[in-house]
């Protein structure tokens, strides 16, 4: 490396004192330091296959996504799956509002890698239709399919093709009979919307089932979906409907998703927002690496920023976050302003910095690298993260 030489005083880095109860750092490897227990053994629920991929038991909580294009739109549909592919989208479901768009999910499955679902609403024959072109998963709507003798031939379909179906609630679209019986939306009326149709589908011999509750309230949500836990072993599907625009939707799902997959609910997850479906995708694998449950992709950790810092922080962590936001290595990132806390946590990370008077020092592995100048820090970084290794 040929940036600078370290050299610093004990004032431009000041060590910071720590609580002599706190753990010293050194006694325990980079990684390996004492954390508290975590407070979610995930439910053990049924595995149902999906395509290529297994939601529930022990397979990986998955991230899935919705097209927000006209699926009979084969080219742009697939252009856009293929940039959820990429964002790390493990499941991907597009509408099927008619018979060309059922017919279209055949082209679609043949030039995508992930498994396709067919969101049903309204007219049984699409359910079929998508089970006949390929669809690895149906979503029925039970407010709205049509009844029992309607469910039966969907059912039908989809056991002799081994496809699984969601049983998929949304709290807009109950039946009229539960909204009389409850007096309007509740927990309970949701899960007996989703239970009355389970009871339905395990009559006919159906157990390929996953079961999603949505409303856009997240303590809604929440209540709901800890109700049906309680009742049934089938995958859980989690999600917030009607979530709003970025901003807002990232705060509901992170609040609704992030307490249910603590309490061990939950077995797939899609963050709905108002806007590009890939950013769906990238919130949602966030909230399992926020959790640790996943440890898949680049965390980027970075100081708020105060009076101290003498670095464009923000503008450096801003382009580290939009040129790593798809890059799978497993790498811990540290940028940090300056040298209160930040000589610290750019140790504990595989790469970071610690920000000085315009210009940084670049740490790796723990061990203090070099010194960087601020129109280079964000360069020096990207470099480094490229030729390193995931951990």
Sequence with gaps: MEYFQVEHSQDEYPRVERPQDEYPRD????????????PFARKK??????????IGGDAPISVQSMTNTDTCNVDGTVKQVKRLEDAGCDIVRVA???????????????????????DIHFNY??????????ADKIRINPGNIGGEDKLRRVVEAAKSNGIPIRVGVNSGSVEKDMLKKYGGITPECMVESALRHVSLMENLGFKDIVISLKASSVPMTIASYRLI?????YPLHLGVTEAGTMFRATVKSAAALGCLLAEGIG?????????????????GREILRALEIERKGIEIISCPTCGRCRIDL???????????KDCRKNIKVAVMGCGVNGPGEAKEADIGVAGGNDEALLFKKGKVMCKVPQDQIADVLLREIENMDST
Excluded at 27 to 38: L, N, T
Excluded at 125 to 134: K, P, T
Aim: proline letters at 6%.
């Design 45 to 54: 629920t049924k595995k149902i296959r999906v395509g290529s991929r297994f």
């Design 125 to 134: 024959r699409l359910a079929i239709a998508s089970i006949e072109n390929g």
């Design 229 to 233: 836990s309680q009742k049934v072993d």
């Design 96 to 118: 099927v509002p008619g018979n060309e768009a059922a017919l279209a999910i055949k082209a679609i499955k043949s030039a995508v890698k992930i498994p396709v679902v067919a």
């Design 267 to 283: 077995d797939t997850i899609r963050v709905s927002i108002t806007g590009d479906p890939v950013e769906e995708v990238r919130v």
């Design 27 to 38: 006694e325990y490897p980079r990684d390996e330091y004492p954390r508290a227990e975590r």
């Design 314 to 324: 923000v503008k450096i962590t801003n382009i580290l976050e939009d040129k790593l």
